[in-house]
């Protein structure tokens, strides 16, 4: 999250503790976590050793590692600039003043922070070309949509832009959702789209919309295939899975219910567009 004065960030120091009972840290340089096998990753903007120290004996923690690079190399080492999935054109906050759109183009703008839906990532940019296909060749195909674990918020705010005016968005990750919420307003969509800080896990959204989307790991799509709540809308896009998990994801689904129109790929990792029979 970029915090007022701030406009950019320049280095990134990351701590990785071994466990996710950290307790309240009320620090103005920590500018994201991320939850990952039970184990709890903080991102700063500054470096914050003696922080660290008090939260890991506090909590009596371990630091599995630690790592200070450069903002612009936290994204696999991909500088975070602008691309185009047309007609969507996505730039980070720092380059919207040096923006040119053509003809037909449609910007969004995004604080990418540390949470994950920059658009580098090849699911999300998967996501976003299969929602931007969808909503481009049929305008009124998709009228309503859940987005289920958001980041950044940008595959709901590619939606809203296409025209999609109801879209309900969740993470767990309250960064994720302040961070969501502010590209929200940012790119003025606030009566399209809303943020929702919700754990899927303990309990799953009314998902009767024309769309679902869910760009997740397959621990949890998994959780979701085996529950009937989640088979209500009538197109899902799933991505989040690598061709050595496909096997077991396709067993899990009810197949009965659903047709798979199409499989795309980027690099590796795939994506399935289904919709309900
Ligand atoms: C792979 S990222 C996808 C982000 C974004 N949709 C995109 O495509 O770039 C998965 C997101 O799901 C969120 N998430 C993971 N587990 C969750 C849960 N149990 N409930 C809600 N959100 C969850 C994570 O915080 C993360 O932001």
Known sequence: ??????????????????????????????????IEDETAILFFHK????????IRKRSD?????????????????????????PPLTVAPLWEVDKLQLGVGEIAIHLDPSVIFGSGFHPTTRLCLQVITDMI???SKAIESMVDLGTGTGLLSIGAAKLGVQNIRCYDNNPFACEVAQKNVTINECEKQIQVM???????????????LVANLYKGLLLEFFN????????????????????????????????????????EMWRLWLLARK
């Open 47 to 54: 470096e914050k050793a003696e922080l660290i120290e008090t």
């Open 61 to 85: 923690a371990t630091i599995l590692y630690e790592a200070n690079l450069n903002y612009q190399d936290w994204e696999a080492g991909l500088d975070i600039t602008t691309f185009s999935v």
């Open 197 to 211: 800080e919700a754990d899927l896990r303990a309990k799953l959204p009314d998902t009767n919309v024309d769309l």
């Open 227 to 266: 529950n009937p709540d989640f088979w209500n809308a009538k197109y899902y896009i799933i991505s989040g899975f690598v061709p050595s998990m496909e096997e077991e994801l396709l067993a899990a689904l009810p197949m009965d219910k659903l047709k798979l129109l199409e499989r795309r790929k980027s």
């Open 136 to 138: 481009t060749s049929d």
């Open 1 to 34: 999250m970029l915090r007022h004065p701030y406009t950019r960030y320049d280095q990134l120091y990351v701590y990785n503790f071994d466990r996710t009972d950290l307790g309240q840290i009320d620090d103005p340089d920590l500018i994201g976590t991320w």
